[in-house]
């Protein structure tokens, strides 16, 4: 089977790292891969030199670009039209809110079923509403367009069924998978990690995995922390990923007094992200806009509990005293209390982190998630667009196919060949 994934960029993100490790764990699988996206520009860091590495087939669309321009976003999708007669692929797989619509209408055009993965809603109620009515509007266009959605939370089918884009019947969810083992057995010990950060032995740090950016809510975090200040002394605080925000972040917490109790990162490799999780001792995600952040089933497969906001999907894993805290969206107050009972409560957190572990290492497995999608993808080539993904085996691979995890392992050890073909605009 020839899949052609599109995606609007490859930055360091949770969308952007699923669709790579699913074009992987394809390509390992036998299956034919080709990705095309956009450059991967911003402070984000990118995923572009990973990509051309793999061993499979990578298209940059030059004119792509994340912001709306009508017409190079029109031409955009005339040369992902293009793209598709061209190559002739079995099925389009798209990610993303602009690849997501351009995407799937160039697969129309060319008469190539296509499969469009919700990692988060492009519309939301924190954009303006002329924004907000575009996005749903154009969303409502692409769905008749779509053959089947994946999901990666539950929460993503009820809100685009509810604005009427797709029914229920055409929606599965498959978690958006992970290499767990790093963060089963981290590939450096805690107690050196902390070190480097500047962490004392009897410190109790919660991490915080985001773009610096308005609606990833750090400056929720730090109010938190100004509540906290006094009661809980030996709470430290670790917010790792860069972004627009960070000046204003330093001055927030300079202005009460905090800057002595935060370390920021700044951008790093997604592989420390196992290492930096293990150093901590719980996982805060203050955001009011995800689809399921992945950053939440990461901390609970490294051993550690959770304390997010309600939004979107974050409820399908934080699970208020069984695996963290679950607040209200914007509550500091609620916020703070939550992490004043995981500092002083050592036993708790224990507790909370290893159900964690146990509840979600195996359904975040990539390799679940590539079982699951190419199962989907034959039944939706089949022609069997509203059947539900089984949990068997997925069709016959070539002679050659490989298990996914230990061959994408090699692949990035460089112990296999990574001659395949790399393709340019």
């Known amino acids: 089977m020839h899949v052609l994934h599109f995606i609007t960029r490859l930055i360091l993100g949770g969308a952007q790292e699923n669709t790579l490790l699913t074009c992987e764990g394809q390509h390992a699988a036998g299956d034919r891969v080709t990705l095309v996206t956009g450059p991967g520009l911003g402070r984000e860091g990118s995923l572009m030199e990973r990509a051309r590495t793999a061993g499979f087939e990578v298209i940059e ?91 990666v939370a539950d929460a993503m089918t009820d809100q685009y069924v509810a604005a009427g884009i797709a029914p229920r019947e055409r929606f599965t969810t498959i978690r958006s998978g992970m290499l767990v083992e790093p963060f089963l057995n981290p590939p450096r010990p805690r107690e050196t990690v902390r070190e480097e950060l500047g962490f004392g032995p009897t410190d109790v ?23 906290l200040k006094d009661r809980a002394p030996n709470l430290r605080y670790l917010l790792i990923g860069d972004g627009p925000l960070r000046e204003g972040l330093e001055r927030r917490i300079a202005a009460v007094g905090l800057t002595e109790r935060f370390v920021f990162t700044g951008l790093v490799p997604t592989d420390r992200i196992p290492e930096l999780l293990h150093a901590s001792d719980l996982v805060v995600h203050a955001s ?30 934080c699970l208020t005293n069984e695996t963290g805290f679950l607040v209200p969206p914007r509550d500091v107050s609620a916020l703070a209390e939550a992490l004043a009972a995981l500092a002083a409560d050592p036993a708790l957190r224990e507790r909370l982190g290893a159900e964690g572990r146990r509840r979600f290492t195996d359904p975040f497995r990539y390799t679940t998630m590539v079982r699951q999608i190419r199962t989907l993808s034959a039944d939706v080539v089949a022609g069997r667009r509203g059947a539900a993904v089984g949990t068997g085996d997925p069709p016959a691979a070539a002679p050659s196919q490989r298990e996914p995890e230990a061959s994408i392992a090699r692949f990035q050890s460089g112990e296999a060949d990574r001659s395949g073909p790399v393709g340019g605009d």
């Open 61 to 151: 669309l030059p004119g792509l670009v994340r912001n709306l321009r009508p017409w190079a976003d029109a031409a955009a999708m005339r040369r992902f039209a293009g793209l598709v007669s061209e190559l002739q692929p079995d099925l389009v797989h798209t990610h993303s809110g602009k690849a997501g619509v351009l995407g799937r209408a160039g697969a129309e055009k060319a008469g190539v079923p296509a499969i469009h993965t919700v990692h988060g809603p492009s519309f939301h109620p924190f954009q303006n509403p002329v924004s907000r009515a575009a996005f749903r509007a154009a969303e409502r266009w692409a769905g008749p367009k779509t053959a089947h959605f994946i999901s």
């Open 205 to 227: 740090v919660a991490a915080k995995v985001a773009r610096l950016s308005d609606l990833k809510g750090q400056k929720f975090l730090v109010d938190a922390a100004a509540l």
């Open 288 to 317: 009011l806009r995800e689809g399921l952040p992945r950053v939440l089933p990461q901390g609970l497969i490294s051993g550690k509990p959770v304390v997010a906001f309600d939004a979107d999907g974050a409820k399908e894993v």
